[in-house]
């Protein structure tokens, strides 16, 4: 899945915090909401707080770079509990800002929301946050007819978060995740993601080097095969490893089951692995079958690529933050390998 790089943001001090003295150019801020890392959707308020020893002049709220609006001195909101713990402020007790933001209107994926306040002085100071968004096709369903729960199934998926399969809405069937938000004290949608509109791709990639073995490894969705098999020398001669490679398979996007094994007749190795994965529309996805060290049996990770310009292309660039899903089935445990299994123990793994 794609990488995110988190920002500082500033959180709301407490009320029970000894009260604290205001000094010339000091500005104390905080951004509360969008909160780094998280996702949304809809309508929903852009917030925090800011105040200044010499007062506030303007707050301009910047939207991936972009001025967004400006809120000028005397319009900021109430907030008492500032006001309590900066007593000696300006106006602290009038320094909350808002923004009514419909991130239906933003493109999904990351984007950054910067706050940066101006006193009267002259002296400024930011807060960043980035966010990511998940959105329906339609920016504003209008119709509430088009919203249906009929043909959804609806699972608990641990215990604050919730998923449905099949919602309609707006003339379309989505996937969709709720997950428990302290900030709204309430339920977010974190993920939309269309059923049977456009594709996913997927492929498989063997990146494993075991000496004087031919490796096949192979994963299946939807009754269709992709393998990548790597050939490798002796042990002395490791840059002797040729890796064959097949392109993407396209499939529905939705949840999907996988089915993957790794086949070596020189090495006697016949394991198989299986788990579920949900694959978004017009997105791609690599299985890479990699080896994690001499001493670290080969790992699946699963994980988004970038999509090639054509479903055969050879596109090996993979993300740094996949998630890791062992295929293999792990046993026996050597406890002296501190819970890791050991390569020449898959050998002996064999399973229908």
């Given at each position: 899945?794609?990488?995110?790089?988190?920002?500082?943001?500033?959180?709301?001090?407490?009320?029970?915090?000894?009260?604290?003295?205001?000094?010339?150019?000091?500005?104390?801020?905080?951004?509360?909401?969008?909160?780094?890392?998280?996702?949304?959707?809809?309508?929903?308020?852009?917030?925090?707080?800011?105040?200044?020893?010499?007062?506030?002049?303007?707050?301009?709220?910047?939207?991936?770079?972009?001025?967004?609006?400006?809120?000028?001195?005397?319009?900021?909101?109430?907030?008492?509990?500032?006001?309590?713990?900066?007593?000696?402020?300006?106006?602290?007790?009038?320094?909350?800002?808002?923004?009514?933001?419909?991130?239906?209107?933003?493109?999904?994926?990351?984007?950054?929301?910067?706050?940066n306040v101006v006193d009267n002085q002259g002296s400024q100071r930011s807060a960043v946050a980035s966010f990511n968004v998940t959105r329906f096709n339609?920016?504003?369903?209008?119709?509430?007819?088009?919203?249906?729960?009929?043909?959804?199934?609806?699972?608990?998926?641990?215990?604050?978060?919730?998923?449905?399969?099949?919602?309609?809405?707006?003339?379309?069937?989505?996937?969709?995740?709720?997950?428990?938000?302290?900030?709204?004290?309430?339920?977010?949608?974190?993920?939309?993601?269309?059923?049977?509109?456009?594709?996913?791709?997927?492929?498989?990639?063997?990146?494993?080097?075991?000496?004087?073995c031919s490796l096949t490894y192979e994963v299946t969705i939807d009754g269709v095969t992709k393998r990548s098999i790597s050939t490798c020398g002796s042990v002395?001669?490791?840059?002797?490893?040729?890796?064959?490679?097949?392109?993407?398979?396209?499939?529905?996007?939705?949840?999907?089951?996988?089915?993957?094994?790794?086949?070596?007749?020189?090495?006697?190795?016949?394991?198989?692995?299986?788990?579920?994965?949900?694959?978004?529309?017009?997105?791609?996805?690599?299985?890479?079958?990699?080896?994690?060290?001499?001493?670290?049996?080969?790992?699946?990770?699963?994980?988004?690529?970038?999509?090639?310009?054509?479903?055969?292309?050879?596109?090996?660039?993979?993300?740094?933050?996949?998630?890791?899903?062992?295929?293999?089935?792990?046993?026996?445990?050597?406890?002296?390998?501190?819970?890791?299994?050991?390569?020449?123990?898959?050998?002996?793994?064999?399973?229908?």
């Open positions: 899945m794609p990488s995110h790089q988190f920002f500082r943001s500033y959180s709301l001090l407490p009320v029970a915090l000894l009260t604290l003295t205001a000094t010339a150019g000091d500005i104390q801020l905080s951004l509360e909401e969008p909160t780094n890392g998280s996702f949304y959707s809809g309508i929903s308020n852009l917030r925090g707080w800011a105040i200044s020893s010499v007062g506030i002049n303007r707050v301009e709220l910047f939207l991936d770079g972009t001025l967004l609006t400006q809120i000028p001195s005397g319009s900021l909101s109430l907030r008492t509990d500032v006001g309590n713990t900066y007593p000696t402020y300006p106006n602290s007790s009038q320094s909350g800002f808002s923004w009514t933001q419909n991130y239906a209107l933003l493109t999904a994926g990351p984007h950054t929301i910067s706050v339609n920016s504003y369903i209008s119709n509430p007819a088009t919203v249906s729960l009929n043909a959804a199934t609806i699972t608990d998926d641990n215990d604050k978060s919730i998923s449905i399969s099949n919602l309609q809405a707006g003339g379309q069937l989505y996937n969709v995740r709720l997950e428990w938000r302290t900030q709204i004290q309430g339920f977010a949608l974190t993920s939309i993601s269309p059923v049977g509109s456009g594709t996913a791709r997927w492929s498989a990639l063997n990146n494993v080097s075991y000496p004087n002395v001669s490791p840059s002797t490893c040729n890796t064959t490679f097949e392109g993407f398979a396209s499939t529905t996007p939705g949840p999907k089951n996988w089915v993957a094994r790794g086949v070596s007749s020189a090495c006697g190795i016949n394991a198989q692995g299986s788990g579920n994965v949900t694959l978004a529309s017009d997105a791609c996805y690599r299985f890479l079958l990699n080896k994690q060290g001499d001493d670290q049996p080969p790992a699946n990770f699963f994980g988004t690529v970038t999509c090639p310009s054509s479903a055969n292309a050879n596109t090996l660039q993979e993300e740094s933050q996949a998630t890791p899903m062992a295929i293999f089935p792990m046993q026996p445990v050597d406890a002296t390998d501190a819970g890791l299994e050991r390569w020449d123990l898959l050998q002996n793994i064999v399973q229908p």
